[in-house]
């Protein structure tokens, strides 16, 4: 079993249906996990700004019985010259966990060279790997199955596309992305997890026709234009994704049972429409609303290396 959460690929399938069994488990208790690993204590560092992901993981610690200590990167001697290995080896004296939100997977993947805790990827430039595990959660609540699903990412080959990429592989479902030439995910990401495909069924479609993608699909993904970090492309990236829009028109091309996913932040008149956000295929706040479960599971198994719920303490 996985010790950290890096990428998706760092749980595989058995540590992904662990993390969906104990979810499940977890939504049960309305999220009332009171006291199951106390006495913990979990950082979280956040270079990059977070709605979701900060206050469901902070509400996921406190309600494990956790202390969460939010680590302000600007008050940390990480940005006076500290090794990130020096870091990750004294916090690993104090935590039970560190969360982290950052730019270069490459710092998460050095924290966890170093680190004797379980190190979490909050999101980087490359990976999104807690936000595929309420993706797939969702999925899981309206369909039951991964077998002969057909989930469509509409949009840019970014961060959470590669881990929806993943989590095509290990589960077995059939990802169709569509995305403008320049915007394709990256094609070791795609190779690997097609080589999953091969054993536990599904695909990864690569395309540039949104229409194409989303005909007959269950589920419908889209995300942002311009990820944090790429402001500036804003502009540039509007023209790019124009044809990339999720409206009502596309979204009757799917199955009449489809569902709507955004990972969120939306921006409302850009890759989505207010109809569609707003409309009877949306899930999008039981999505957002999963990542409290999916979190406190995926703590609890990655501290305890436990796949049943049960009181540590
Ligand atoms: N989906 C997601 O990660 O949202 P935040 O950026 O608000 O955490
Ligand atoms: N791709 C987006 C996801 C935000 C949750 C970003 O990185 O900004």
Known sequence: MASHLLTLDSLGRDGIVRVLELSAHVKKLRGDTRDSLAGGRVGMIFDKPSTRTRVSFEAAIWGLG????????????????????DTARVLSRYLSALVIRTFDQAKVEELAKYATIPIINALT????????????MTMQEEFGDFAGLRLAYVGDGNNVCHSLIQAAGWLGFTLAISAPEG???????????????????????????????????DAVYT??????????????RALSFAGYKVDSDLMALASPRAIFLHCLPAHRGDEVTDDVMDGPASRVWDEAENRWYTEQALLYLLITGRDRWERTT
């Open 125 to 136: 430039d490359d990976h999104h790997p807690c936000q595929a595990l309420a993706d797939v």
């Open 66 to 85: 956790m202390l969460p200590i939010a680590l302000r990167p600007d008050e940390l001697q990480i940005g006076r010259g500290e090794t990130i290995a």
């Open 183 to 217: 915007h394709q995910p990256k094609a070791e990401i795609v190779a690997a997890a097609r080589a999953n495909c091969a054993r536990y069924g599904g695909g990864i479609e690569l395309g540039h026709d949104p229409s194409a993608a989303v005909r007959g699909a």
């Open 223 to 236: 995300d942002v234009w311009a990820s944090m970090g790429q402001e500036k492309e804003r502009e540039v």
